[in-house]
């Protein structure tokens, strides 16, 4: 008993210096834990708040958000990790390891994720923009973090990787204010093609939704097989493109009806030859 006591006593001896050192460690590493905790909190709801008051896409709110709280997060782990004593040298070269691991596993994802962020952040499109790109178009929905959302006219919803999105040609519609309505008419070689230019420019003028600046022309675009090619050219506001595109077209057919101008369709004209006797 009594050497058990001697034991008790001197474990006593070893334990009480190394809990008032490391106690210590411990209480400052889980204060400042705590503390650092809350701050990027706080930091975080800033950063997002800078971002709305500047006007930034919501979409790019939560990534920059997100972002930002992670990075702050592990790099007060490993902090934390340093105060209590454990070999942080290690620990970073193993946290490399495992993202170098996981970046080779997910090659396809980390390029779409690149591809995010760059259309986050050079913002070649935004929600709401009529865009063509990748052999698909229509209006943006939603830009995430790895793939877009194109809704298209006929409302399917097209899921477009940012990785190839980002490195390939995009059209956008809409980021214009005004657009030129091209169209494309024949008339037959028997009609005048003064008479037929002046109809056309008559109905553009008349169509309130054709801007006079810059002007509505009419141009003698082709010589065809079978018909003189026509083509009206008009500028109108972004919005109103399609409305403009399909009203003018069906009103020349109908003006072109009054007027006696002839729509031709495609002939040709066949010989027959004798045979000799």
């Avoid at 209480?27 to 709801?45: K, Q």
């Avoid at 902090?79 to 942080?88: K, L, R, Y």
């Amino acid at each position: 008993m009594e050497a058990f006591m001697g034991t008790l006593d001197g474990w006593q001896d070893q334990l009480l210096p190394m809990v008032v050192n490391y106690g210590s460690q411990l209480l400052l590493a889980l204060v400042t834990l705590l503390a650092g905790w809350w701050i990027i909190g706080r930091i975080t709801r800033a950063v997002q708040a800078l971002l709305q008051r500047r006007n930034v896409d919501p979409t790019l709110h939560s990534f920059i958000g997100t972002l930002v709280n992670i990075g702050l997060k592990a790099l007060l782990l490993v902090s934390v990790a340093g105060m209590v004593g454990i070999e942080t040298t290690s620990f970073i070269a193993l946290i490399g390891a495992a993202g170098l691991a996981v970046g080779l596993a997910l090659q396809g994802s980390l390029a779409n994720f690149a591809g995010g962020i760059l259309i986050l952040v050079l913002r070649p499109f935004r929600v709401g923009e009529y865009i063509q790109a990748q052999g698909v178009e229509g209006t943006v929905d939603n830009i995430q973090i790895f793939h877009t959302l194109l809704k298209t006219a006929d409302n399917k919803t097209v899921i477009v990787p940012n990785g190839t999105l980002s490195n390939g040609n995009i059209i956008n519609f809409s980021r214009q204010p005004t657009r030129r309505v091209s169209i494309d008419l024949r008339i037959s070689y028997g009609d005048n093609v003064k008479h037929a230019r002046k109809v056309l420019l008559q109905l553009a003028h008349a169509d309130s939704r054709v801007l006079k600046d810059p002007a509505p022309a009419v141009w003698l675009a082709t010589l065809g097989e079978s018909s003189v090619d026509l083509s009206l050219r008009v500028w109108t506001k972004t919005d109103d493109y399609w409305g403009v595109f399909w009203g003018l077209q069906e009103q020349a057919k109908e003006v072109f009806e009054i007027e006696g101008i002839t729509i031709p369709y495609p002939q040709r004209t066949m010989h027959q030859v004798q045979p000799l006797d």
